[in-house]
């Protein structure tokens, strides 16, 4: 299984998520974050990692050899044990370094499917940072068994998600909306957007220090509110995507069915009680 973690705006903390997904992961199967960010890894700073092994190990490798087992090679662990491939910090390499693997193998799933085919159960969880649409991870969300996408849940990261949406063509991916800290209510959310919002992230600030590698006072990611949302989510990822309303079979919906596409595309009441145009 290969989830691709992505976001549209802002930093919303998919790393953070990756990582807790992965550190939270509720079967036998072996977890790995891989670091897909185009903007640059920092799981190595985090947590005092090497530059390799890593993505940039793994493209040179990939070049070479076809062995389906070729991520394992190059992933280090963190300190819990979770193996992780990590992405040199500057967005200048790691973008070559994904443009190139994704070249070399002809699949941009061929590194990372290779990855789960030998061992039942293993998941891939692959950090894509922020997408546009021009990003070469966009390759890697378009052909994920799930594409999770987090955003917070206000309407400046709404609407902006809600612009988004077309212009990298993310409702042809059925992506599971994911909310980070407190906001407008899912049900509202799902019924602007026409998303289906799988789960809701609370702000922890203790939660996710201990998931960047910062001295901590809680007994870790696993009794956390974030660990425990996160263990919540990984079980969601494991039952069958709902079809995303408006969309008829592999086609695109239509601007009158798509929420997202439409002049007025995010109604939401302002929290303050003003309304926005278009809500009564």
């Given amino acids: 299984m290969v989830i691709a ?7 919303p903390g998919v790393t953070t998520l990756s990582v807790a ?39 040179a490798a990939a070049r070479q ?3 389906l087992m070729l991520l394992w090679a190059h992933t280090q662990a963190l300190p819990g044990g979770l193996p992780v491939v990590v992405a040199p910090p500057g967005a200048d390499y790691t973008r070559a370094a994904l443009t190139t693997l994704l070249d070399t193998r002809r699949s941009s799933l061929s590194v990372l499917r290779g990855a789960t085919t030998q061992r039942p159960g293993s998941v891939v969880i692959a950090d894509c940072g922020r997408l546009d649409a021009v990003s070469p991870a966009l390759a ?75 001295p901590r006072r809680s007994r870790g990611p696993a009794r956390s509110p974030l660990g425990q949302a996160a263990h919540t989510l990984a079980r969601a990822l494991l039952t069958p995507s709902v079809p995303m309303a408006g969309i008829r079979g592999s086609g695109h919906p239509s601007a009158a ?15 303050n009680g003003a309304r926005v145009e278009g809500r009564p």
């Fill in 5 to 11: 973690v992505c976001s549209v705006k802002g930093s």
């Fill in 21 to 59: 997904l992965a550190a939270r992961w509720p079967t036998s199967g072996r977890p790995v974050v891989v670091e897909c960010d185009p903007s640059g890894g920092s799981l190595a700073a985090r947590f005092g990692l090497t530059a390799a092994p890593g993505l940039v190990s793994l493209t």
């Fill in 65 to 67: 050899n076809r062995d």
């Fill in 140 to 214: 890697i969300a378009r052909e994920a068994d799930r594409v999770v996408l987090l955003a917070r849940s206000r309407a400046d990261e709404l609407s902006h998600l809600a612009a988004a949406l077309s212009m990298v063509d993310l409702w042809a991916m059925r992506p599971s909306l994911v909310l980070v800290g407190p906001g407008y209510p899912a049900s509202e959310v799902t019924r602007e957007l026409g998303i289906p919002v799988l789960a809701q992230i609370p702000h922890d600030d203790p939660g996710a220090r201990a998931l960047c590698g910062l």
């Fill in 257 to 271: 069915e798509h929420p997202a596409a439409s002049e007025t595309s995010w109604l939401l009441p302002r929290r």
